[in-house]
């Protein structure tokens, strides 16, 4: 098969399975967690475990930090001098600011680079990326493969329940979410990301959190957005249980399930379970 005309490139916030870029063609550029004194691409991480173990009981929240313009030269050129075009996909511009150096960076490389916000995370950026590598491939132009990402980050909305508010506070990361902070309830909020972190629904229960997932789910299917997925953190067992009930809903497997990592982990715990629906054109080989 011959090297597509457009690369897409993107950063590693999507959490899709080891591997799944690889099998699209998509190379990433990855951000750092920064834990004491030591200093980590999130992408060499060869899991998440120790890390979120550590998280758990930490008196100072870890931070993470976005990838240098150098990062992003390293790729770009190798690309550019290859005589190809890039689109780069990247972590919402709300609360990251990759796509910001992306940009820096695309302006030194030379050669077409359009950098697109994908105005999402987790998920949500990793489907709005298969979207657009699934036009690359099909030999699209790049404002062809952009235009798919645009649709994409329409098609895709992703919801997600949290434990606690707690991380999101210490992290800074919390936007609109704020105005639940405070309450006297033990309350489970419902969360999804619309540039910044925006609130949904707020329950009383895990087990009230994790119906309403699923009542999302049925919302998609009935949409017609029948490519579901499932992310979690630290929650395998309850990722499992969606899993079968996504099976029954939708007649199929999910695109992926798949643990978020520290850099979006950081700032809003363990505990996170995350839903999302897609309409299945944004995956068609025809361009």
Same mark, same amino acid.
């Given at each position: 098969?011959?090297?597509? $005309? ?24 990855? !951000? ?28 100072? !929240? ?10 992003? !030269?390293?790729?770009?050129?190798? !690309? ?29 490389? %030379? ?14 950026? %990793? ?55 405070g309450g006297a309830l033990k309350i489970k909020p419902i969360l999804t990301l619309t540039?910044?972190?925006? $609130? ?23 949409? %017609? ?25 939708? %007649? ?36």
């Amino acid at each position: 098969m011959p090297t597509p $005309p457009v690369a897409v490139v993107t950063d590693s916030t999507h959490y899709l399975p080891k591997g799944m870029l690889d099998l699209v063609g998509v190379q990433e550029v990855s !951000l750092y967690v920064n834990d004491g004194d030591h200093h980590e691409r999130e992408a060499d991480m060869p899991d998440f475990d120790a890390y979120y173990e550590r998280l758990r009981t930490a008196p100072e !929240l870890p931070t993470t930090s976005q990838p240098s313009i150098g990062d992003f !030269l390293a790729v770009y050129e190798p !690309l550019v001098g290859a005589g190809r075009d890039v689109v780069s996909i990247h972590i919402s511009g709300g609360i990251s600011g990759t796509v910001e150096s992306a940009r820096q960076a695309a302006a030194d490389a %030379g050669g077409q680079i359009a950098v697109v916000d994908s105005e999402s995370a987790a998920g949500g950026l %990793g489907a709005i990326v298969l979207a657009a590598a699934t036009a690359a491939n099909a030999g699209a132009d790049a404002a062809a493969v952009v235009r798919r990402a645009e649709e994409a980050m329409v098609g895709v909305r992703m919801w997600f329940a949290v434990d606690t508010l707690e991380y999101l506070r210490r992290g800074g990361r919390i936007g609109t979410a704020q105005a639940w902070l405070g309450g006297a309830l033990k309350i489970k909020p419902i969360l999804t990301l619309t540039r910044e972190i925006t $609130p949904i629904e707020r329950v009383r229960t895990s087990g009230r959190a994790f119906e309403r997932l699923i009542d999302y789910l049925r919302t998609r299917q009935a949409d %017609g957005a029948t490519t579901w997925m499932v992310q979690h953190i630290r929650a395998q067992e309850q990722a499992d249980h969606i899993v079968e009930r996504g099976r029954e809903l939708f %007649g199929s497997e999910p695109l992926f399930v798949s643990e978020i990592g520290p850099v979006i982990g950081t700032h809003v715990g363990p505990g996170l379970l995350g839903v999302a629906g897609m309409p299945p054109s944004l995956l068609d080989h025809q361009t």
